[in-house]
C-alpha cells in the first residue's frame, strides 16, 4: 500500500479573475471527502481524484465553468466506487467518458438558458488513483504529466486539443515554436462551448513508488518548458526545495511569463 503526497496551487496571473479551478478529493462507495491543498494519505480502502480545470467564457461564465466541471465529478465517481463494490463490471474507461459527457450537457444547458454563460466552456484534465493504478480522463489544452522514478524522465500523457498540439505529436515543430505559434491556444475540443460532441482522450498508467504526476494549465507551460518542469520537480535549487512543488512551479511560471492563470497539481507516491 502506497503513500500519496500531493500539493496544489492556483494564481491568476496578470489576468482580472482566476478563470482556473482544481480538486483534490478522497472517495469511497460511501462517502465523499475534499482534501486540502497539501496531503497525504494512504491509497488502500479509498481512491483518491486529482483534476484542473481552465474555464472559458464572458464576465464571469469562465470560471463557473471551470468550477462546474471540478465539481461534477464528486457526483458520478463515488457511484461507480460502489457499482464496483457490488460487483457489477464497469470499466474505468466507460466512468470517464459518462462523467465528461455528463459535464458537457451541464454546460451546454447553462450556455443556452443564460446570456450570461452563451459559449461557457472549460478543459478538464483528471487522475483517479486506484491501488496500483492512475485512470486519467483529458479534454482541452490542460496537461497531465508523468514522471516516473525508474528512468527519471518526463512524459506528457494527456494531447492538446489544438492543431498545434498536434502539430508538435507528429514532430512537425519544436517545443519552442509550438509555445510560440500564434494559434497554440485555438482549441478543437472542449467540455461545453458549442461543441457538440465530446470524446475525452481516457487511459490508464501503472505507478510505483517515487513516481511523480504534474497536472497543470496552459499558464504553467506558458512560462516552463518540459526540460524546466522536470527540474523543478525532482532537483530543485536550496531556496525552490523550501516550497512544496505545486508552488514552486506556479511562483516560477509567473515569474517567466504570468500572462495567464496558472495552476499546478502535483501527485507523489511515496
Not at 454546460?107 to 452563451?118: A, F, K, P, R, V
Not at 461545453?192 to 470524446?199: L, R, S, T
Request: proline share 3%.
Amino acid at each position: 500500500m502506497e503513500l500519496l503526497h500531493w500539493s496544489g496551487q492556483t494564481q491568476r496571473g496578470k489576468r482580472k479573475t482566476n478563470e482556473d479551478s482544481f480538486l483534490c478529493l478522497q472517495f469511497n462507495a460511501h462517502e465523499v471527502h475534499y482534501l486540502g491543498k497539501t496531503g497525504e494519505a494512504s491509497s488502500g480502502e479509498v481512491d483518491f481524484v486529482f483534476a484542473v480545470s481552465d474555464g472559458m467564457g464572458g464576465e464571469r461564465a469562465g470560471e463557473f465553468a471551470s468550477r462546474i466541471a471540478v465539481e461534477k465529478i464528486t457526483k458520478l465517481l463515488p457511484r461507480a466506487f460502489k457499482q464496483s463494490a457490488v460487483g457489477l463490471s464497469v470499466g474505468f474507461e466507460e466512468v470517464l467518458t459518462e462523467l465528461f459527457g455528463e459535464i458537457h450537457d451541464a454546460l451546454m444547458h447553462l450556455g443556452g438558458c443564460y446570456d450570461e454563460c452563451s459559449g461557457m466552456g472549460a478543459t478538464l484534465s483528471m487522475c483517479w488513483f486506484t491501488p496500483g493504478w492512475m485512470h486519467f480522463g483529458h479534454i482541452g489544452d490542460s496537461r497531465i504529466y508523468y514522471l516516473p522514478a525508474r528512468d527519471g524522465s518526463i512524459k506528457q500523457l494527456s494531447h492538446d486539443d489544438t492543431h498545434v498540439g498536434w502539430l508538435f505529436r507528429n514532430s512537425k515543430i519544436t517545443e519552442r515554436e509550438a509555445r510560440a505559434h500564434p494559434h497554440r491556444n485555438a482549441l478543437q475540443r472542449a467540455l461545453g462551448a458549442g461543441n457538440k460532441y465530446v470524446e475525452p482522450q481516457v487511459g490508464s498508467v501503472g505507478y510505483e513508488k517515487g513516481d511523480l504526476f504534474l497536472l497543470c494549465t496552459d499558464g504553467i507551460v506558458d512560462g516552463l518548458f518540459d526540460a524546466q518542469l522536470r527540474e523543478r520537480l525532482r532537483a530543485p535549487d536550496a531556496a525552490e526545495a523550501e516550497k512544496n512543488p505545486a508552488l514552486r512551479l506556479v511562483d516560477a511560471a509567473i515569474e517567466r511569463s504570468g500572462r495567464d492563470n496558472t495552476t499546478a497539481l502535483v501527485i507523489e507516491v511515496i
